[in-house]
């Protein structure tokens, strides 16, 4: 095993970069990454899907959103327009986006059964509370606010439980 740091950061980082990896290899036959596909689940969820609440479903800012939007553009699997607000960009999947997302599914089940086979039971629902319990905990340290062990974190909203990214 390698060595583990006290570092919460970095074990996150390598472990979230390791989970990653499988989810890619499997995705690959769909011509997506685990981010892509996650990001247009987020679109199907949400659509028309205003930026800044796709932004804030995947805890991203703005600029951020943008960015990993631009590929999906240029390939199509995504458009881009003003709402019914001009000052509010909506995003909705083209076609050929919901096609992708047909094809990389079941490739993402696959994954995440298998990733779950290999887990001890329960092990799963503890990573979601965990990764939940960390979200509100970053986010109340960038927002100032003191996190006490007797008050602990509270996230922000409830992730939803959601089949595929």
Partial sequence: MKWQSSCVCLNLRRAARAISQIYDEALAPSGIKITQFSLLRAVERNEPAPIGALAGELDLDRTTMARNLAPLERQRLVTLAAGSDQRV?????????????????????????????????????????????????????????????????????????????
């Fill in 89 to 165: 960009t909506e995003v909705r999947l083209t076609p050929k986006g919901r096609a992708v997302v047909a094809r990389a599914l079941p490739l993402w089940q696959s994954a995440q059964a298998r990733i779950a086979r290999l887990l001890a039971s329960g092990r799963v629902d503890q990573l979601r509370e965990i990764a939940a319990e960390t979200l509100g905990i970053a986010e109340q340290l960038r927002s100032g606010d003191k996190v006490t062990a007797t008050r602990g974190a509270q996230p922000r909203r409830r992730l939803r439980k959601s089949a595929g990214g």
